[in-house]
């Protein structure tokens, strides 16, 4: 298993402000991933933070708004920029260690709320 | 695309009783199959997984899941559940290659005594 911390664990927001969540994991992995649970719904993948390199953005999501950094193999950040109410959520962090059916570890989630 | 579906949005079971959560994928080739659980507040736990072989997996706290790939199912079941049962539960497919997971609606469970 990994051991993944965020924080915050909760932010109220002003509306047109950028939060910075940060995720650490314990020990090296070969995937980070950013998640984004919207009230009542289930996870959506933002991207896949790359080490060294750009994220990998999913449909429907761009850098501009969630500009995502991994400096190493043990930390990413996910900013959330120019904040709206529809940005309230839950953003997870998750894991892999290994390769092919490795499963994901989540990180407790950072609970975002935009006023 | 891979998709999954969970048809129950929400569940209530008597403590005690047992339980099957409902769990449909779509997927052009051998999937990887997982339950999470989140509890309130909490982020998710892996329950069980399903890559290959056997196609009954055990998991943690008692659960457990069967792979039907004639159905496209994976049902999670526990046989008596507690009162500390009560999240919401998570079925998830994993692609072959890249891993990509792609997650269901979720259903939310709640336990009565």
């Known amino acids: 298993s990994a051991v993944i911390s965020q924080k915050p664990s909760r932010d109220i927001c002003q509306r047109g402000t950028s939060l910075t969540i940060q995720c650490q994991v314990d020990?090296?992995?070969?995937?980070m991933f950013w998640y984004r649970q919207q009230p009542g719904q289930s996870l959506t993948l933002i991207a896949t933070a790359n080490q060294g390199s750009e994220a990998t953005y999913e449909s429907g999501f761009v850098i501009d708004k969630f500009p995502i950094s991994r400096p190493n193999l043990t930390f990413s950040t996910l900013t959330v920029s120019n904040m709206s109410p529809e940005d309230s959520s839950i953003y997870l962090c998750?894991?892999?260690?290994?390769?092919?059916?490795?499963?994901?570890?989540f990180g407790p989630g950072t609970r975002l709320t935009v006023l | 695309a891979q998709s999954v579906t969970q048809p129950d949005i929400h569940i209530t079971v008597s403590e005690g009783a047992s339980l099957e959560l409902r769990c449909n994928y779509s997927y052009g080739a051998t999937p990887y199959l997982f339950w999470y659980v989140q509890s309130p507040g909490q982020g998710l736990q892996l329950l069980l997984k399903y890559f290959s072989g056997d196609t009954l997996v055990q998991g943690i706290k008692g659960f457990e899941a069967e792979f039907k790939r004639s159905q496209s199912s994976f049902n999670l079941r526990k046989p008596s559940v507690h009162w500390s049962d009560a999240a919401e539960y998570f079925c998830a497919v994993g692609d072959g290659g890249y891993q990509k997971v792609t997650f269901g609606i979720g259903t939310k469970l709640q336990v009565i005594p």
């Open positions: 998750s894991v892999k260690r290994g390769g092919r059916g490795d499963e994901q570890f």
């Open positions: 020990s090296q992995v070969t995937m």
